[in-house]
């Protein structure tokens, strides 16, 4: 639970923006919707479990510290059996004090519809009332991608996240709404061995979707057309964004037990792992995270095959997740961080492979060392994080490009840290900004010595 300091300072916060609404809400844009969100380079962190086997107090009980976030995969449109699984989720976060990430996997983009997305708002909302649950829905994430059902499809993609965030936001404000595609070398990923659109008489793209991606104009989708903006639905609707960016080898050698590069995640932060040319293009995290201000929620995991020679377990996992927990050093949007934990089969090794860190008590050893001493967020935080905030935390980063994020794939720079946006606040109103600061001074002072990010010790 965060301290009462923070309670403090927030009433306070909330009583200065009263007082400034007659002139600063003219001339500042607040968000749409409620804001749910970590405080800045304070992510969540939590497992998407194997939940037919696995359960939120075991997984705690392997890690030997609390988290504030779990994952769960569920078939939408609902029905009674989903209902339950997600009253299910609901319950066991809610009762660790995390966030439960809410993933939805439709079985079609045209047939749900407005009132589809009404009960499952419906349900939310009432969860967060019994439960005191936050959500994070991820609506068919990896649409990019073309193993999905849902995969490749912009138009119908647009449509249906649209519907569905409609109707979670009418419900409720302890649920957002998360846009997350597949990280974007191999796009298309028309060689994926377990794509569902690779037959014969299934073309890889239908040709409606086709003139949508194609991008760059030249009659294909390939490698050059922009692997993200088409299937992007709007500030409007979106309130985080996020990658899946599973780290299956230096080269993408799937099934490979190979040691991580001490720079590999960063080179996808800034899209030039895997890729192949130099084409400069502009990075996700700053085309959706920065210049939209939202935050942005990493999805992933290092694989180490039992099966496959080569480094064991703990060499090829303790580099990752060192990276990603570092990430939000020079990412002050990083929101959170769900790692798979699941053994799982994977079409392109033949055979089960290892995800996760806590089934070697070894591992989970090393690694909540180094999560504890990280900075991160590791709750309890349900019904703790949400409300309106015009103005978030975190101005977020920016590369000085005010296009819609979708507007264009490539940029000339790269400035993954760049400044505060301008909140454009008003001159009149800096006098009374000067007084509430004032009130808060004491309350800040001491909500800095528990905001205070300290590097971990493989950085100092």
Known sequence: MRPVVTALAGRLAAGAAAVLAGGLLATTVAPAHAAIEPDPRAPWFGPDLDWRTDTAEAYVDRLGTDVSLFGRSFVYPLNDSTDEAISDLSDQAADEGAVAVVTLQPTSLTEPDAQDAERLGGLL????????????????????????????????????????????????????????????AGYPFDRAINSTTTSADAPAISPAARRVLDTDGDGQVTETDDPYGPYYPGDDVVDWVGLTMLRYGVTQQFGANTVPAPDELDERFKERFGYGDDLGRKTFYVRFAGTPNQPFLLTTSALWNPRADGPDALAIQRPWWRQVLAATEERPRLGGVLWLEQERDEPEIGNVVEWGLTANPAIARAFRTDLLDSGYDLGPVAGTTSGTDPDRADGGDSDGDDRSPAASPTSETDDEAAGRQDGGVPPFALGAISAVVVLLAAAMVALSIRRRRMRPPWLR
């Open 125 to 184: 909302a009432d969860l967060a009332e019994a439960d005191g649950s936050t959500f994070l829905v991820r609506f068919a994430p990896e649409m990019n991608g073309s193993w999905t059902a849902w995969g490749q499809q912009p138009r119908d993609y647009v449509r249906a996240f649209t519907t569905v965030a409609d109707g979670v936001h009418a419900a409720t404000d302890e649920a957002a709404m998360v846009w997350a595609p597949a990280y974007g």
